[in-house]
């Protein structure tokens, strides 16, 4: 079955980075999109950034210049590296094949002093 395992969350203070890692399993990860969403206290979920097969990437705007989403094929990997983290951050992360309805347990980010 699939499974989508992200890992690389926690506590950080404004300013400060850190690197999202999702496993992926149960699906050729090669020919999927994969995206990152996240989820706010009280908010929907969004999109954050996406990557097509081929590499292209799309970021919403409030992340743009800000985040980079990457993917490894050899590793079946997706990756989200975050500098310059705001409070607004804050929030449960999530990867997903690309409309697939699959989801993992997501990743507690906290953006704090």
């Known amino acids: 079955q699939v499974q989508l395992v992200e890992s690389g969350g926690g506590l950080v203070q404004p300013g400060g980075s850190l690197r999202l890692s999702c496993t992926v399993s149960?699906?050729?990860?090669?020919?999927?999109?994969m995206g990152w969403y996240r989820q706010a206290p009280g908010k929907q979920r969004e999109m954050v950034a996406s990557i097509t097969s081929g590499g292209t990437t799309n970021y919403a705007d409030s992340v743009q210049g800000r985040f980079t989403i990457s993917r490894d094929n050899a590793k079946n990997m997706l990756y989200l590296q975050m500098n310059s983290l705001k409070p607004e951050d804050t929030a449960v992360y999530y990867c997903?094949?690309?409309?697939?309805?699959?989801w993992g347990q997501g990743t507690q980010v906290t953006v704090s002093s």
């Open positions: 997903t094949p690309l409309q697939s309805g699959y």
């Open positions: 149960g699906i050729t990860f090669r020919f999927y999109g």
